[in-house]
């Protein structure tokens, strides 16, 4: 406190009308530019926001303020930090397991179990990329995940993470670099293709904060080895990156996107031109589903 009621912190209709102002766009052309990223908002919704006499809420709204940021080109988080956090949260879409088959649905149902696993039911997936690093023979070699969560509602104290191998074993994932958390525990179910493992946080994250975690992880040796980079999500998440890196003299003669819907069939590829021996995908609002990278030599 200052003593002094003149004196206040910005709140997020202070911060917009500034970014607004930096820009010099009218309100018509934010509309137009929301709409053409795949976040509709009105102007006249706009306008409230900018005068305050209402604020973001629920998810679609929280993804229009991630756009407005990239768009008023202000740093990531800038915007929606200020959106009062009881408004914020916004109701989450029940999570749907993109997978089809019966027998994958049911084992990781039973990895879940093993693992006494949280409910994830007020997990909001904001942000997660992939750096993946490719080996001199093609498959992956280690992957470095970081990501962005937040609780929506009660108190979370750990994260559990699935992952569907496309051939059995017995060998886990080796876990490596952990930041912001720590592994805590895992399991591989007996069939040998699903796997999870469960990370506690530093310490328990309550509704309206995030969460910023970062691991690695690379294969055993004998585990079996990808030509594919993928995330499957439950919800729509904010933003999904995959970065794909290749050794100069070991670049594929095939690569292409592809993805999945929650149903786990296949929606869409299309082919992916590398640069500098790097192939990447992005998205916002994707989900549920599956979004990856897939490659391929000549040779097999």
Same mark, same amino acid.
């Given at each position: ?7 206040r912190?910005?709140?997020?209709a202070?911060?917009l ?7 010099g766009?009218?309100l018509?052309?934010?509309?137009l530019r929301?709409r053409?990223?795949?976040n509709p908002?009105?102007?006249a919704?706009l306008?409230?926001w ?7 809420e629920?998810?679609?709204s929280?993804?229009a ?9 202000v740093?990531a ?5 200020l ?12 999570p749907?397991?993109?997978f089809?088959?019966e027998?994958?649905?049911?084992e990781?149902?039973?990895t879940f179990?093993?693992?006494?696993a ?8 904001i942000?997660t ?5 490719v080996?001199a023979d093609?498959?992956v070699?280690?992957?470095?995940y ?11 104290s750990?994260l ?10 017995d060998?886990m994932?080796l876990i ?5 958390a720590?592994?805590d525990?895992?399991?591989?179910h007996?069939d ?10 530093d310490r ?25 980079a993928?995330h499957?999500? @439950?919800?729509p998440a904010?933003?999904t ?8 003299d ?7 996107e592809y993805t ?11 082919p ?6 790097i ?6 609002g ?6 990856g990278?897939?490659?391929?030599y @000549?040779?097999?």
């Amino acid at each position: 406190m200052t003593g002094d009621d003149s004196v206040r912190r910005p709140d997020f209709a202070d911060a917009l009308r500034s970014a607004i102002a930096r820009r010099g766009v009218s309100l018509s052309q934010l509309h137009l530019r929301l709409r053409d990223s795949g976040n509709p908002v009105s102007i006249a919704m706009l306008s409230y926001w900018r005068s305050g006499e209402r604020h973001p809420e629920g998810a679609a709204s929280l993804s229009a303020v991630d756009a407005l940021e990239r768009l008023l080109e202000v740093p990531a988080g800038e915007l929606s930090r200020l959106v009062p956090r009881m408004v914020r949260m916004g109701a989450l879409p029940m999570p749907r397991m993109p997978f089809d088959d019966e027998r994958e649905r049911r084992e990781i149902g039973e990895t879940f179990a093993a693992l006494r696993a949280a409910q994830q039911n007020s997990l909001r997936d904001i942000s997660t990329h992939m750096d993946v690093v490719v080996g001199a023979d093609g498959t992956v070699e280690r992957t470095t995940y970081r990501c962005l969560v937040q609780v929506t509602s009660g108190t979370l104290s750990d994260l559990s993470l699935i992952d569907v191998d496309e051939e059995p074993t017995d060998a886990m994932l080796l876990i490596t670099d952990v930041i912001g958390a720590r592994l805590d525990r895992q399991y591989r179910h007996p069939d040998g293709r699903v796997s999870g493992i469960v990370f506690t946080f530093d310490r328990p994250v309550e509704a309206g904060e995030t969460v910023l975690f970062e691991f690695s992880e690379a294969p055993p040796p004998g585990y079996p080895r990808r030509r594919t980079a993928w995330h499957a999500t @439950a919800r729509p998440a904010k933003e999904t990156m995959i970065f794909v890196r290749f050794p100069r003299d070991c670049e594929p003669d095939w690569c292409e996107e592809y993805t999945e819907s929650d149903g786990g069939a296949e929606v869409s590829s299309s082919p992916v031109r590398l640069i500098g021996g790097i192939a990447h995908t992005s998205r916002h609002g994707f989900g549920p589903g599956v979004l990856g990278l897939r490659w391929g030599y @000549a040779e097999g």
